[in-house]
């Protein structure tokens, strides 16, 4: 316990706090280049960046949570421990999959997600709570570097938190009760900072393009050439053919309707939507955005020619150099705050990606045959990948009969030398 933590124990102490509304929805980064302004919430108007958060967020809640215990040599599901039912109902308000959704969302659109643990009176963890990144402030202690939180949360007001003494929505929490996934940082590790704003001319560019096609739309988007008048109905009547012509081709129900404006003659110019290239601009932002969010084009619908094999090896590759990225340092914060310091020898948590890139039944079973013939796998544990029930005599493992060791005469079934040493 370090000198911060020795005073709040003696009474509430008041933290120099952080800006809060650096990731509010409504709050951005700014004007970029190309003219637009770029939030959290705006990016996400477009398309390719609803897509790729929308996939990310949904693909890594749907991977089932487990805490894995270490048993004779090998990690195995321990469904009896506390923690498993915590995994499976975090809190009142969220079930696991919106509970893991929300903290993936934060990460990509906030650079930073939060969730508050809640102890009982043994210090074991009962309720995960998850907080907005606005209402969050990160403090470090100048004396040792530790990590301490500021944030408010309605959702916190029935329980005792870190510090015993405090109530009401805001609360000071300790590093140890907070599990804490970032984005990249700059300030080692105190922040971090999101996608949205450090490749925000990208994204501002993206928005830009949209909305230059949908003005393009609104204004008569087949419109090849201008109408021109012979200058005898001055100011007042060349407005009024304005309007007019106006009402005849805005509007999407109006798209490729011809204008007919009498007293007015028509001056073709070779610019249209194509020619402005809106239709390839934004087909190459929308792989931009994918490549910067590691998400396969297939999964966007921009692989129409992509082979069934091909999307399998893809999908495989998204796993490794994708979902783990967001994964794998979610695991090592919940073994960190969940887990007590005589658990973390032997217990972890792990998300379970088997049934991810999930082949067909052929190949399935091609797999679990050589496993089990072979004999690395048990028929049980066959059952088990695929939710069956185990059976009676199905935890034994097995190898061919016209196998053996190496200048040995008599193969011996693994079954029988366990029988045997019974």
């Not at 939060?114 to 074991?124: Q, T």
């Not at 794998?328 to 007590?340: I, S, Y």
């Not at 999930?358 to 695929?386: K, M």
């Amino acid at each position: 316990m370090n000198i911060i933590q020795k005073a709040l124990k003696r009474k509430q102490m008041v933290f120099p706090e952080a800006p809060m509304l650096d990731g509010f929805p409504m709050f951005g980064f700014g004007s970029v280049s190309s003219g637009v302004s770029i939030t959290s919430r705006t990016t996400l108007q477009h398309h390719a960046v609803y897509t790729c958060v929308r996939t990310l967020t949904s693909d890594i809640a749907k991977i089932p949570v487990r805490l894995e215990k270490y048993v004779d040599g090998g990690w195995q599901p321990d469904r009896t421990h506390r923690l498993t039912n915590l995994l499976k109902s975090p809190n009142d308000r969220l079930v696991a999959f919106e509970f893991i959704e929300q903290i993936i969302q934060n990460v990509l659109t906030n650079g930073d997600s939060y969730v508050v643990v809640i102890r009982d009176k043994s210090g074991n963890p009962f309720k995960m709570i998850p907080i907005k990144s606005f209402s969050t402030s990160v403090v470090e202690d100048y004396k040792d570097g530790e990590l301490y939180y500021h944030v408010t949360d309605n959702q916190l007001i029935p329980f005792k938190t870190s510090i015993s003494t405090e109530n009401g929505a805001t609360r000071t929490i300790f590093h140890s009760d907070m599990i804490r996934t970032r984005n990249l940082s700059f300030d080692g590790g105190i922040n971090g900072v999101s996608l949205i704003q450090i490749a925000s001319e990208a994204f501002g560019l993206a928005l830009a393009t949209q909305q230059a096609a949908a003005r393009a739309m609104n204004n008569g988007s087949h419109i090849n050439g201008y109408f021109k008048n012979n200058g005898a109905r001055g100011r007042e009547g060349t407005e009024q053919d304005q309007e007019a012509l106006s009402r005849s081709i805005q509007g999407i129900i109006n798209s490729g309707k011809t204008a007919i404006i009498n007293g007015l003659d028509y001056v073709p110019i070779p610019n249209n939507v194509a020619d402005l290239q809106l239709i390839e601009a934004r087909r190459e932002v929308t792989q931009e955005i994918a490549r910067m969010y590691r998400v396969p084009l297939y999964k966007l619908g921009l692989g129409d020619t992509e082979k069934a094999a091909n999307i399998a090896e893809q999908e495989q590759s998204y796993i490794t150099n994708t979902l783990i990225q967001y994964t794998k340092p979610l695991e090592q914060h919940m073994d960190r705050v969940l887990l007590n310091d005589a658990e973390k020898q032997f217990y972890r948590i792990k998300f379970d990606f088997s049934k991810q890139a999930e082949p067909s039944e052929a190949i399935r079973g091609a797999y679990y045959r050589d496993g089990i013939s072979f004999g690395w796998l048990t028929q049980n544990e066959v059952r088990e990948r695929e939710d069956l029930a185990p059976k009676e005599g199905g935890d034994i493992l097995h190898m061919p009969l016209n196998t053996g060791v190496a200048g040995d005469n008599n193969a011996t079934d693994l079954g029988e030398m366990d029988e045997d040493k019974s």
